[in-house]
Every structure is written in structure tokens, then in C-alpha cells.
């Protein structure tokens, strides 16, 4: 499903940033992003869903509307952390 593969493009980038932050290499973010970034990686990895991941063509529906509604939250916060990544030679995960 195209417009959900792009939301869910997002959680390697989620993951990178919120493993920066964990190590300490990337504290240039505000708490309030870091905690709605690690409350959607959570929705996303539990099984216990709205709509269960089962159903086909269904089932990233919620949580890729998780991870949306997340990543317009925080969209100028990993804008940054990219830049950062790419001044400081990081590889960067995800577009």
C-alpha cells in the first residue's frame, strides 16, 4: 500500500535518531519529540493494535496514522538530526 509504505519509510529514521539520543550522541532535541517518537515506535511494534496487523491491506493502516501524525510533530527535529548525521558523517538511514 503506497501512501502507507511512505509513513512506515519513517521508522528506520525514528529508530536512529531515538538510538543517538539513548548513547548520547544526539541530545539536540526536546524531550516532548523523543517521547512522542518512542510512544509511536511502541504502537507500532506492540501487537495489541486497532486494527490488527493481520488483516490484509488493513492492518498498517493505524499504525502508519501513528507514525504520520507523529512524524508531523517532530518533522523539523529530524530534519535536524539529518543534518547533524551529515555534517558529522553519520550514516544516514532513511530519506
Do not use: C, H
Amino acid at each position: 500500500v503506497p501512501v502507507v509504505g511512505k509513513k512506515l519509510s519513517n521508522v528506520p529514521m525514528f529508530v536512529s535518531l531515538v538510538k543517538a539520543y539513548v548513547q548520547k550522541d544526539y541530545q539536540d532535541i526536546p524531550l516532548g519529540s523523543i517521547i512522542a517518537i518512542v510512544s509511536a515506535l511502541i504502537y507500532f511494534l506492540s501487537p495489541i493494535d486497532l486494527l490488527p496487523d493481520s488483516i490484509p491491506g488493513l492492518g498498517y493502516v493505524d499504525d502508519a496514522a501513528v507514525l504520520a501524525f507523529v512524524w508531523n510533530m517532530v518533522e523539523d527535529d529530524v530534519e535536524e538530526y539529518k543534518t547533524w548525521q551529515a555534517r558529522n558523517g553519520k550514516r544516514i538511514i532513511a530519506d
